[in-house]
């Protein structure tokens, strides 16, 4: 079982930066992570993503504004994200999952709230 907590949201200026954190409370070694978010009375969506072995791919959205990192001694993952702009302005969720020899287990944080004012 894992566990995931992510903090570090908050309310910024455009243009201006914030980092994510996700903490796991269990070791996420082998899963990949992914950042999503979720605007009001949108669906939620795919930020950024790390696999296990560190490939990232990213939202065209935020490609070149924003940064996914893993430091799996910490199991913590973290999005830098920059130039931040007001439709950036969701919830963020953190997600994990991996295979395991009784099938795929997937798993949430409960969200951090990131408003980008004009």
């Known amino acids: 079982q894992v566990q995931l907590v992510e903090s570090g949201g908050g309310l910024v200026q455009a243009g201006g930066s914030l980092r994510l954190s996700c903490a796991a409370a269990?070791?996420?070694?082998?899963?990949?992570v992914g950042w999503y978010r979720q605007a009001p009375g949108k669906q939620r969506d795919l930020v950024a993503r790390i696999t296990s072995s560190g490939s990232t791919n990213y939202a065209d959205s935020v490609k070149g504004r924003f940064t996914i990192s893993r430091d799996n001694a910490k199991n913590t993952v973290y999005l830098q994200m920059n130039s931040l702009k007001p439709e950036d302005t969701a919830v963020y969720y953190c997600?994990?999952?991996?295979?395991?020899?009784?099938?795929?287990?997937?798993?949430w944080g409960q969200g951090t709230q990131v408003t980008v004012s004009s």
């Open positions: 269990g070791s996420i070694f082998t899963c990949n």
């Open positions: 997600n994990a999952n991996r295979q395991t020899p009784w099938g795929p287990r997937e798993y």
